[in-house]
Nanobody, 123 residues
Framework: QVQLVESGGGLVQAGGSLRLSCAAS????????MGWYRQAPGKARTLVAV???????NYADSVKGRFTISRDNAKNTVYLQMNSLKPEDTALYYC?????????????????WGQGTLVTVSS
C-alpha cells in the first residue's frame, strides 16, 4: 500500500506564507499526478493545484500567481508554496497522488489521499 504524510499547515496572518509538503511511501512503483485539494467548512473539496509527472502544472484561478506547486521525484514528495495568503484560503488541505504500486510481481494503480493539514489565515 501507498501512504501519504502531509506537513506544514498552521496559523498565519493574512499576507503571510506557508509551505506544505506531502511524501508518498510504501510500495510506490511510479507516480503520475500529484496535487493539492482543499475543503473549507461547509464547502466541497476543490482542486488547488496539480503537477503531472512531466512537470506540467494546473492551478485554480483563485490561487494563480500566489501558490506554486512543485515535486521532487527522487523523494516522491510534492510541495505547495503558498504566498500572499488570504483569510479565504483557510481550509483543510489534502494531498492526492496517483500512480502505480508494486503488486506481487506486477503493479496495480493507486489513488491515495493524505490525512489533511489545516491552514488557518487570520485577518
Amino acid at each position: 500500500q501507498v501512504q501519504l504524510v502531509e506537513s506544514g499547515g498552521g496559523l498565519v496572518q493574512a499576507g503571510g506564507s506557508l509551505r506544505l509538503s506531502c511524501a508518498a511511501s510504501g510500495s510506490v512503483f511510479s507516480i503520475n499526478d500529484m496535487g493539492w485539494y482543499r475543503q473549507a467548512p461547509g464547502k466541497a473539496r476543490t482542486l488547488v493545484a496539480v503537477v503531472a509527472s512531466g512537470g506540467r502544472t494546473n492551478y485554480a484561478d483563485s490561487v494563480k500567481g500566489r501558490f506554486t506547486i512543485s515535486r521532487d521525484n527522487a523523494k516522491n514528495t510534492v510541495y505547495l508554496q503558498m504566498n500572499s495568503l488570504k483569510p479565504e484560503d483557510t481550509a483543510l488541505y489534502y494531498c492526492n497522488v496517483d500512480g502505480f504500486q508494486y503488486y506481487g510481481l506486477s503493479s496495480s494503480p493507486f489513488d491515495a489521499w493524505g490525512q489533511g493539514t489545516l491552514v488557518t489565515v487570520s485577518s
